[in-house]
């Protein structure tokens, strides 16, 4: 079978998934700008933006917020990029492979 890259509603549950993982409220974050910036990005890179973001939080002794975040995400070509014919050819045998379940 074949799952998708997340689509906006998905990713801005995965985004807040990994921010309560970390004790991080999502209430305190920009939701609506990290899930436009994600866009094409996995689950997997999502979390590791966030993970990134409290490294460099940490590093500079500040609290992570959504600018740190979005400065991770800004900086990371994700696979469905670097790997975008591959993605394709996914999607393309996934859709002559596809049952509608009833």
């Given at each position: 079978?074949?799952?998708d890259l997340p689509e906006a509603e998905a990713r801005e549950k995965i985004f807040s998934i990994h921010l309560k993982s970390r004790e991080l409220n999502p209430e305190d974050?920009?939701?609506s700008e990290l899930?436009?910036?994600s866009v094409g990005f996995s689950g997997a890179e999502?979390?590791?933006a966030i993970v990134s973001a409290?490294?460099?939080a940490l590093a500079r002794e500040e609290d992570v917020n959504t600018a740190l975040i979005l400065e991770e995400l800004d900086s990371?070509?994700?696979l469905s990029v670097v790997?975008?014919?591959r993605i394709g050819q996914l999607r393309?045998?996934?859709r002559e492979r596809s049952v509608v379940l009833a």
């Open positions: 079978f074949f799952v974050f920009s939701l899930v436009v910036a999502i979390e590791q409290l490294y460099s990371t070509s994700p790997m975008a014919d393309a045998w996934a």
